[in-house]
């Protein structure tokens, strides 16, 4: 175990424990109302299952993760997607229907949430697959893969979750386009193109075509002017979590002290910790906070350029693009500048299986460092 400390991209590793440190001091403030007056429960009731979640993470990430070879996850690679495809699938017989969505299983003290997981899942096939064939000489040999993410997204967004199922597409297309493909297929280039038109398409839906989503998921996709629509459910969230960014100023009203966690702010230790963050401790903070994931994304990539091989380079990056896009559209959505679609933030929101799922990409990637470090390295920079 020490040895694979040693060679590990260290600052990667100190920068996810000082902010999985923050998330857990910032769940247990932000939820401390509303676990007592909401959810009738011990006021360290989130913050107990949050820190048990990491705990049980990074233990799992340095027992079985960090010492099982990259190279390894080929042989699993097909039973992994089977096997949340199952899990998807099963939610409509057996979810838990919850805020408009069939995305849980209830087991006991814990809920358990397929579609985070995906994630991860989507992230180590596309890699593993690529990273084989990626000099296969048959025809159409790449859309194999692509399918199988697009019936995983299709499953998500129908639960209906368009944020997750938003970062499994995204996070599949940018990958597909870094892979390096001879410059010479045509279908590459073809369906690269016909990917860049789907996109902006997806796009274009979510800004202007609220008409074509479900009553829930259209009063997300109303997002501007959230303060002149507050009586309305698709301004109350976001003005609220405005306002407690105004409240914070530069310096924060002090940790533990905010206002709008008093049920103003629903969802104040989930999707909208961030606004609670500056309100509580300013925007001077906020702004350390996100130059740590900055930082965080940039060893990250640095990692994919380093790695051995193109597997892991490409399981780097896709762990790279799952984080920002995370960070894009949570903060895009609290900030009113994009449609509202219930994205956690990385390491800070509460929410065990997405807190599972982003440790398990970041041990992943420490995986990564590790065997970039054991071996000589071959070129895989991406396009």
């Known amino acids: 175990m020490g040895n694979l400390f040693k060679k590990m991209d260290k600052p990667l590793f100190f920068v996810t424990l000082i902010l999985c440190v923050i998330g857990l001091v910032m769940v247990f403030s932000a939820s401390s109302v509303a676990a007592v007056l909401q959810y009738k429960v011990s006021t360290y009731y989130f913050f107990r299952k949050q820190l048990i979640v990491m705990v049980a993470g990074f233990v799992f990430g340095f ?23 199952a ?46 064939n990626i000099n296969c000489e048959r025809r159409f040999f790449f859309l ?37 493909f001879s410059k010479n297929d045509k279908d590459v ?29 259209a009063s997300r996709l109303t997002y501007r002017a959230p303060c002149t629509r507050y009586e309305a459910k698709t301004g109350y969230q976001v003005c609220n979590g405005m306002i407690a960014i105004n409240n914070g100023g530069l310096f924060g009203v002090g940790l533990g002290n905010s206002t709008q966690k008093y049920l103003y702010l629903p969802e104040a230790h989930t999707d909208f910790i961030f606004p609670i963050i500056v309100e509580e401790l300013g925007s001077i903070v906020g702004s350390i906070i996100i130059l740590l994931y900055i930082y965080m994304l940039f060893r990250i990539l640095k990692i994919a350029k380093k790695a051995k091989d193109l597997t892991g380079s490409l399981i780097a990056y896709g762990t790279f693009l799952t ?36 440790i398990a990409l970041i041990f992943l990637t420490l995986r990564v460092s590790i065997e970039a470090n054991d071996k000589p390295q071959k070129n895989v920079h991406h396009k």
């Open 63 to 85: 027992i079985v993760i960090l010492n099982f070879p990259i190279k390894r996850y080929q042989y699993l690679k097909s039973i992994m997607m089977l096997a949340i495809m």
């Open 189 to 217: 280039k073809f369906f690269k193109i016909l990917g860049v038109i789907f996109v902006t398409g997806v796009i274009g839906v979510m800004i202007f075509g609220g008409e074509l989503l479900n009553s829930e998921q």
């Open 87 to 132: 899990a998807l699938g099963g939610l409509i017989a057996y979810g838990t229907f919850t805020n408009g969505s069939r995305s849980w299983y209830r087991l006991g003290f814990f809920s358990l949430q397929p579609s985070e997981f995906a994630k991860t899942i989507v992230v180590i096939y596309i890699a593993c697959y690529f990273g084989k």
């Open 323 to 358: 984080i920002l896009l995370h960070l894009v559209i949570n903060f895009g959505g609290i900030l009113a500048l994009i449609p509202l679609t219930g994205v956690p933030v990385p390491l800070l929101s509460y929410g065990g299986s997405n807190v599972l799922n982003i």
């Open 144 to 180: 194999r893969p692509i399918i199988a993410c697009a019936l995983i997204a299709v499953m998500i967004f129908l639960q209906p979750d368009l944020g997750t199922a938003a970062i499994i597409g995204l996070t599949v297309f940018l990958m597909f386009m870094a892979v390096p």
